[in-house]
């Protein structure tokens, strides 16, 4: 068998595609993270607990309403990324004039509140959600065995990476919200609906969350507590990288996953703190964080 | 006020004397009252329930001083607690002719070293990626914890040995182990008052209220901020070392980061940047969780502790203690 570095080929290019889709879910997060900051310039603590909640949503959907994965897909970043509009505009708004720590303290308040509640009414054993069918098995490259279901995985998230990206460089929508990025008061005085770009912006940042936690039901377990240290993660990525620009956050997500990928492989022990390891480096080699601008 | 005393500078300054004269006694009777409240405390209420408020009342009062005098938000002090906690008992229950107050002070020590890593690396970020990175951090050495062999992982330490104070005084006893942690308690809120009273206190203020303007004025901003934080892990360290031995056992819950968001509510709850604020808001979050443990809304408090910080955010921003000095001034005036 070929090895790479003392390691079995398939072992190495296994642990390369978790790593690979793992990296795919800090994108995401991440990036929906760099959406929300850079026009409500909050950093949304909640963002794991609507990440649990979109899995969530998926997993209660299907059991109760019969609603198939890929209707969960288009229907759960919608319904979650509602909820999250409502909450801007009857929570956050209220607070928006304030210390933006402020919003970060009550973004963590809701995490708690969503992740209290679901404990009790679901505990926190977790539950399994079906791999759809037609993604279930796996191809045969010769080198390695590769999962559909990491593979789509992998697909979905890049692909809605690029939307997202596009909807935000390439459209009139996301020019304005560009715009109101960089001056929300001068866009106001333009006569464009800022509070309602706000609101909008928002719901979409938690609808990629959503999203991530409908790629993510069928493979992880389902439970109350899937977010909280995930979105840990994020943040250290997110130090990491910057929330500059959408594709500092994709690749800094998915090169963060490679890297973890690999440390499962030759110190299996640091896999867990490999990322916080970086975050380290990169704070006393480069402070302002891979991309960042901020002085 | 200051800008009534500007304009009778000449006249005023014996009535200014006598009023901050006046005002500072009233402060020191206050003091002495809440000291002799304390005194009394044990044989009114269980002591180990005061106890456990007065080692979170400490934890409180230092992230405090980060937060409300430098306006720093750390999301990591949960690290500074556990790893005094988890060195006191390791030490304790390793080398059973250790004191326990060498045992705390050695958990300090070690709270104070990790405070100057984290406290380094930190306040290279400003505002909200500050509090990422110190959650971040946090999370590391959760992480640690649990894979080490002299925490016990997910056991936690048990049994660590109350021992003889000094050698001599049996701590065994709740009466004599409550006045311990009385007697650390005030020496941690003194050093606290006193390094918020002093010109050091000042510029750390002067900070949190435009950092710019105190960089231009020449203040080495990131020693200021870095001593600050440091003094902050350190007293942290300490509640965590006391917390120990009191309870005789170190556990992960102290290093999760609920407890960094717990310690950020209790300070939120009493009043973010005053003295007392802090320790009303440990006791009532600490009698609350007590409450609740007894009661059929057991499970929920995480959720009642989480509607708890959205009220407070969105309503309540000054705290109990804010709030009722708000009030006090307007009646004076």
């Not at chain 1, 890049?158 to 996301?174: S, V």
């Not at chain 1, 715009?179 to 938690?206: C, D, H, K, R």
Request: proline fraction near 3%; hydrophobic fraction near 55%; include cysteine.
């Amino acid at each position: 068998m070929t090895m790479i570095f003392g390691v079995p080929m398939a072992v190495f290019m296994g642990q390369l595609t978790l790593g690979l889709v793992n990296g795919a879910f800090y994108a995401l997060l991440s990036l929906g993270l760099a959406v929300i900051f850079g026009l409500l310039k909050i950093v949304n603590f909640a963002h794991g607990a609507q990440y649990m909640l979109g899995a969530f949503a998926a997993l209660l959907g299907f059991r109760y309403l019969g609603i198939n994965y890929w209707l969960a897909l288009i229907l759960v970043p919608l319904v979650v990324g509602g909820c999250g509009m409502l909450m801007e505009r009857f929570l956050l708004r209220r607070i928006a004039h304030l210390d933006h720590l402020y919003g970060l303290l009550l973004t963590f308040g809701l995490a708690l509140i969503f992740e209290g509640t679901l404990i009790n009414l679901f505990g926190v054993s977790g539950a399994r959600y079906a791999t759809p069918e037609i993604l279930l098995g796996g191809l045969n490259l010769g080198f390695m065995f590769l999962p559909t279901y990491r593979a789509w995985v992998l697909v979905a998230a890049l692909a809605m990476c690029l939307f997202t990206w596009f909807m935000i460089e390439r459209t009139r929508l996301g020019a304005y919200l560009r715009a109101g990025t960089e001056n929300s008061q001068l866009m106001q005085a333009f006569g464009v609906n800022v509070p309602l770009l706000i609101t909008l912006t928002y719901g979409f940042g938690v609808g990629l969350a959503a999203f991530a936690g409908v790629l993510a039901a069928p493979l992880y377990p389902v439970s109350p507590t899937m977010g909280s240290s995930l979105l840990i993660v994020v943040f250290a990525v997110v130090v990491i990288g910057g929330m500059g620009s959408i594709l500092c956050a994709i690749l800094t997500g998915l090169g963060m996953g490679i890297i973890e990928g690999f440390t499962k492989v030759y110190y299996p022990e640091a896999s867990n703190t490999v990322i916080f390891l970086v975050m380290i480096l990169v704070l006393m080699l480069r402070p302002a964080g891979l991309f960042g601008k901020e002085a | 006020m200051t800008t009534t005393h500007t304009t009778s500078a000449t006249q005023l300054p014996s009535a200014v004397q006598e009023r901050q004269r006046r005002a500072k006694l009233r402060r020191n009777m206050f003091y002495l009252v809440l000291l002799a409240m304390g005194l009394v405390a044990p044989f009114v209420a269980y002591p180990v329930f005061l106890m456990k408020i007065l080692c979170f009342a400490l934890f409180a009062c230092a992230f405090n001083l980060l937060l409300g005098y430098a306006g720093l938000l750390s999301f990591g002090h949960a690290a500074f607690l556990a790893t005094g906690g988890y060195v006191t008992g390791y030490l304790l229950a390793s080398y059973p002719g250790l004191t326990p107050e060498l045992g705390i002070l050695a958990g300090t020590l070690m709270a104070t070293l990790l405070g100057v890593l984290f406290g380094v690396l930190s306040i290279r970020r400003q505002g909200i990626y500050f509090a990422m990175v110190t959650l971040a951090l946090a999370q590391l050495m959760f992480f640690v914890f649990v894979q080490s062999s002299f925490t016990g992982g997910e056991d936690g330490l048990h049994g660590v040995p109350r021992g003889h104070l000094f050698g001599v005084i049996d701590l065994s006893s709740n009466l004599e182990m409550y006045y311990f942690v009385f007697a650390v308690f005030v020496f941690g809120f003194a050093v606290i008052q006193r390094t918020v009273h002093s010109p050091f206190g000042q510029v750390l203020k002067a900070i949190r209220e435009n950092e710019p303007r105190a960089v231009s004025l020449g203040y080495n901003v990131d020693a200021y901020k870095l001593l600050a934080f440091v003094l902050s892990a350190g007293l942290a360290g300490l509640a965590g070392s006391t917390k120990t031995v009191v309870f005789q056992l170190a556990s992960l819950t102290d290093a999760h980061w609920h407890m960094s968001g717990e310690v950020i509510l209790m300070t939120l709850l009493g009043g973010v940047g005053t003295l007392l604020g802090p320790l009303m808001g440990a006791g009532l979050v600490v009698s609350l969780q007590h409450l609740l443990a007894q009661s059929p809304l057991g499970n929920w408090v995480s959720v009642i502790l989480g509607i708890i910080f959205v009220v407070c955010v969105l309503s309540f921003r000054s705290g109990i203690i804010g709030e009722l000095a708000k009030m006090y001034r307007k009646n004076i005036k």
